[in-house]
């Protein structure tokens, strides 16, 4: 069993940043690839970002690449999403998740446990 805690939401100003921690406990941490997915209200999930278990490789969903980056610390058991230029549309719940496949992962259903979510609203 593994637990994930997300932290870092909060209220920006378009162009301001966030950086959202995800913490995890209960599990091997460097066997999982990690993910940050978005769900807005009305909206279904979908794919942000993503890191290898080694943390050598990294993809994005196109709506933020170049202002976001996906990092991990395995040391730390915690992996970090930077978001810059923040605009209104990112605006919703963020959650982080693992998965076990390998490379980088981007389909909700390759992921299995996953946090409770933090709140991103993002002001214009």
């Known amino acids: 069993q593994v637990q994930l805690v997300e932290s870092g939401g909060g209220l920006v100003q378009a162009g301001g940043s966030l950086r959202l921690s995800c913490a995890a406990s209960g599990g091997t941490f460097n066997w999982y690839a990690m993910g940050w997915f978005r769900q807005a209200p009305g909206k279904e999930r979908e794919f942000v970002a993503a890191?290898?278990?080694?943390?050598?490789?990294?993809g994005y969903a196109d709506s933020v690449k170049g202002r976001f980056t996906i990092s991990r610390d395995n040391a730390k058991n915690t992996v970090y999403l930077q978001m810059n230029s923040l605009k209104p549309e990112d605006t919703a719940l963020y959650y982080c998740?693992?998965?076990?496949?390998?490379?980088?992962?981007?389909?909700?259903?390759?992921?299995?446990?996953w946090g409770q979510g933090t709140q991103v609203t993002v002001s214009s």
């Open positions: 998740a693992t998965s076990i496949s390998l490379g980088v992962p981007k389909k909700l259903d390759e992921y299995v446990y």
């Open positions: 890191i290898s278990r080694r943390g050598v490789s990294t």
